[in-house]
């Protein structure tokens, strides 16, 4: 009797110590992937390219009830081709491409003429034509100094009094400010497009003989984006006025007072209009509900995110209809591939069939009509099948691990993510607000911080017009130094002219 107790006592010890190293495990490949993923974002290369393997790994044995006219009109514009099994990987030769030979100048550009004759004599020859050789020059920004003078007359009105008469000066939006609007317009660009930190503009001045104090350049900023406020409030109105928004967002480190030594996590909410190709920053304390709540609380249409849990309210009002984002879903599975390789290339090569029928609607030109048609009959049934082999494949798979929490990201979205296939108009993800993000990584590695909270709201202005300058091709020194050489002369009625979108029509 007591062999056999101390038998069972083994064997439960045994059986805990397989499910303790059972658990270990678990968090090991956690702690692993996690260890994986920070290598990548600070060593690796972001790109999310994806080009399966052979057919006998990406092949599961599990078919997706797809017929081959479904996948054979899905045009792979990649360097991959699948057949219509969706088990072949066949590499497509990339054909050499013609030289299109040494770049053009622009015609715009000063030239420097300098002409070579030959060393020898050449009176008497007859000229048959030039060889023009061009290179390409720089010499550093100039300041330099606009000096009014106005003469001043005496308009003599008897013998005491007499009247001094000169001209006005001409007017100015900053009438007491020593910087001129191209200068004001340049150390803006710099900062906020060149992501060029004022410290180190101020050490490029120097280098040109001019000090410039820290505490007047930034004045000088600050000024400026005071007096644009009234433009980024109409120009907030025309990013909301549109029934398709996408939204997304980014951390800002901010001096506090009330942090001495450390700096507040602060966040840019980011809504792109893809309707007029407008985009609007809003800068708030944090990443809570208020932000959106505020800003969009009078939106009605389609509102696409990246499944933050902050979003999931909006489903709840009416008029507003939520959207998933196929970037990030897909994106769940690239970063799966070191944990299930096999399940999440299937995935990835399924995702790359949806994405294949989006570059078909650009590439062809497709109309909106014959776009919703080639979703609706190509797209859906590949959504659908993905579905099914998700809610087949999940119970298989760690809930925690990595292909796990892809393939929950997908069926808890799935009603969102599908939500593209019902109109022409809509995206398959929510890149383009991404994008538009990117200029302000980029500053936030240079600069470091916003000053102060008030700082990083008026950055925002600024960003939000510089980025919609972009989109219209507009180069943003132009529209800003005409915007400060002539807002004084408008009024609230008329001010609507001189947003990036209209300004570029009145130029001509």
């Given at each position: 009797?007591?062999?056999?107790?101390?038998?069972?006592?083994?064997?439960?010890?045994?059986?805990?110590?397989?499910?303790?190293?059972?658990?270990?495990?678990?968090?090991?490949?956690?702690?692993?992937?996690?260890?994986?993923?920070?290598?990548k974002m600070v060593f690796g290369s972001k790109s999310e390219r994806f080009i399966p393997t052979d057919d006998s790994k990406v092949n599961l044995q599990l078919s997706l009830g797809l017929n081959a006219e479904t996948i054979a009109q899905c045009k792979i514009t990649d360097v991959t081709k699948f057949t219509v099994t969706r088990t072949k990987t066949e590499v497509i030769p990339n054909p050499p491409k013609a030289h299109p030979g040494r770049m053009k100048l622009p015609d715009h550009l000063r030239r420097d003429i300098v002409i070579l004759q030959p060393e020898v004599d050449v009176r008497g020859l007859k000229k048959i034509g030039d060889e023009i050789s061009e290179v390409l020059n720089y010499i550093p920004?100039?300041?330099?100094?606009?000096?009014?003078?106005?003469?001043?007359?005496?308009?003599?009105?008897?013998?005491?009094?007499?009247?001094?008469?000169?001209?006005?000066?001409?007017?100015?939006?900053?009438?007491?400010?020593?910087?001129?609007?191209?200068?004001?317009?340049?150390?803006?660009?710099?900062?906020?497009?060149?992501?060029?930190?004022?410290?180190?503009?101020?050490?490029?001045?120097?280098?040109?003989?001019?000090?410039?104090?820290?505490?007047?350049?930034?004045?000088?900023?600050?000024?400026?984006?005071?007096?644009?406020?009234?433009?980024?409030?109409?120009?907030?109105?025309?990013?909301?006025?549109?029934?398709?928004?996408?939204?997304?967002?980014?951390?800002?480190?901010?001096?506090?007072?009330?942090?001495?030594?450390?700096?507040?996590?602060?966040?840019?909410?980011?809504?792109?209009?893809?309707?007029?190709?407008?985009?609007?920053?809003?800068?708030?304390?944090?990443?809570?509900?208020?932000?959106?709540?505020?800003?969009?609380?009078?939106?009605?249409?389609?509102?696409?995110?990246?499944?933050?849990?902050?979003?999931?309210?909006?489903?709840?009002?009416?008029?507003?209809?939520?959207?998933?984002?196929?970037?990030?879903?897909?994106?769940?599975?690239?970063?799966?591939?070191?944990?299930?390789?096999?399940?999440?290339?299937?995935?990835?090569?399924?995702?790359?069939?949806?994405?294949?029928?989006?570059?078909?609607?650009?590439?062809?030109?497709?109309?909106?009509?014959?776009?919703?048609?080639?979703?609706?009959?190509?797209?859906?049934?590949?959504?659908?099948?993905?579905?099914?082999?998700?809610?087949?494949?999940?119970?298989?798979?760690?809930?925690?691990?990595?292909?796990?929490?892809?393939?929950?990201?997908?069926?808890?979205?799935?009603?969102?993510?599908?939500?593209?296939?019902?109109?022409?108009?809509?995206?398959?993800?929510?890149?383009?607000?991404?994008?538009?993000?990117?200029?302000?990584?980029?500053?936030?590695?240079?600069?470091?911080?916003?000053?102060?909270?008030?700082?990083?709201?008026?950055?925002?202005?600024?960003?939000?017009?510089?980025?919609?300058?972009?989109?219209?091709?507009?180069?943003?020194?132009?529209?800003?130094?005409?915007?400060?050489?002539?807002?004084?002369?408008?009024?609230?009625?008329?001010?609507?002219?001189?947003?990036?979108?209209?300004?570029?029509?009145?130029?001509?």
């Amino acid at each position: 009797m007591q062999r056999t107790f101390t038998f069972i006592m083994q064997a439960t010890q045994i059986i805990d110590y397989k499910e303790a190293y059972e658990s270990l495990q678990i968090k090991y490949e956690a702690v692993m992937h996690d260890l994986a993923q920070l290598k990548k974002m600070v060593f690796g290369s972001k790109s999310e390219r994806f080009i399966p393997t052979d057919d006998s790994k990406v092949n599961l044995q599990l078919s997706l009830g797809l017929n081959a006219e479904t996948i054979a009109q899905c045009k792979i514009t990649d360097v991959t081709k699948f057949t219509v099994t969706r088990t072949k990987t066949e590499v497509i030769p990339n054909p050499p491409k013609a030289h299109p030979g040494r770049m053009k100048l622009p015609d715009h550009l000063r030239r420097d003429i300098v002409i070579l004759q030959p060393e020898v004599d050449v009176r008497g020859l007859k000229k048959i034509g030039d060889e023009i050789s061009e290179v390409l020059n720089y010499i550093p920004g100039e300041l330099y100094v606009t000096q009014y003078i106005r003469p001043k007359y005496v308009i003599p009105i008897n013998d005491t009094n007499n009247t001094v008469i000169t001209a006005s000066l001409p007017g100015r939006l900053l009438e007491k400010c020593m910087a001129g609007e191209g200068l004001l317009a340049q150390i803006i660009i710099d900062k906020y497009a060149d992501h060029l930190p004022l410290h180190r503009q101020l050490q490029r001045f120097q280098r040109s003989g001019v000090t410039i104090a820290q505490p007047t350049i930034c004045g000088w900023v600050k000024t400026v984006l005071m007096n644009l406020i009234a433009l980024y409030d109409l120009h907030k109105q025309y990013v909301l006025a549109s029934h398709y928004l996408h939204v997304d967002e980014t951390t800002i480190q901010v001096l506090d007072d009330d942090k001495k030594g450390k700096t507040h996590r602060g966040y840019y909410w980011l809504y792109h209009n893809s309707e007029k190709k407008l985009v609007l920053f809003d800068y708030r304390t944090g990443r809570g509900p208020d932000g959106p709540d505020d800003i969009l609380k009078d939106f009605q249409g389609y509102l696409q995110t990246d499944g933050y849990v902050v979003y999931d309210g909006f489903e709840k009002r009416a008029g507003i209809i939520l959207m998933g984002c196929m970037s990030h879903s897909r994106r769940k599975f690239i970063d799966a591939l070191a944990n299930d390789k096999e399940r999440s290339e299937y995935a990835l090569v399924m995702f790359g069939q949806l994405y294949a029928l989006e570059r078909r609607i650009t590439d062809e030109g497709l109309t909106k009509e014959e776009a919703l048609k080639l979703r609706q009959e190509k797209a859906m049934p590949i959504l659908k099948a993905l579905k099914e082999w998700m809610l087949s494949e999940y119970p298989k798979v760690l809930p925690t691990s990595p292909i796990g929490n892809g393939m929950a990201y997908f069926l808890k979205r799935w009603d969102k993510l599908i939500v593209y296939t019902t109109d022409a108009s809509l995206k398959i993800d929510n890149n383009p607000v991404e994008n538009a993000l990117r200029p302000l990584t980029i500053g936030r590695k240079n600069y470091l911080f916003a000053g102060s909270h008030e700082a990083a709201q008026r950055a925002a202005m600024i960003y939000s017009l510089f980025a919609t300058c972009r989109y219209y091709n507009i180069n943003p020194y132009d529209w800003l130094k005409d915007v400060l050489e002539r807002m004084h002369l408008y009024t609230t009625s008329n001010m609507a002219e001189l947003l990036p979108q209209n300004w570029k029509k009145i130029q001509g």
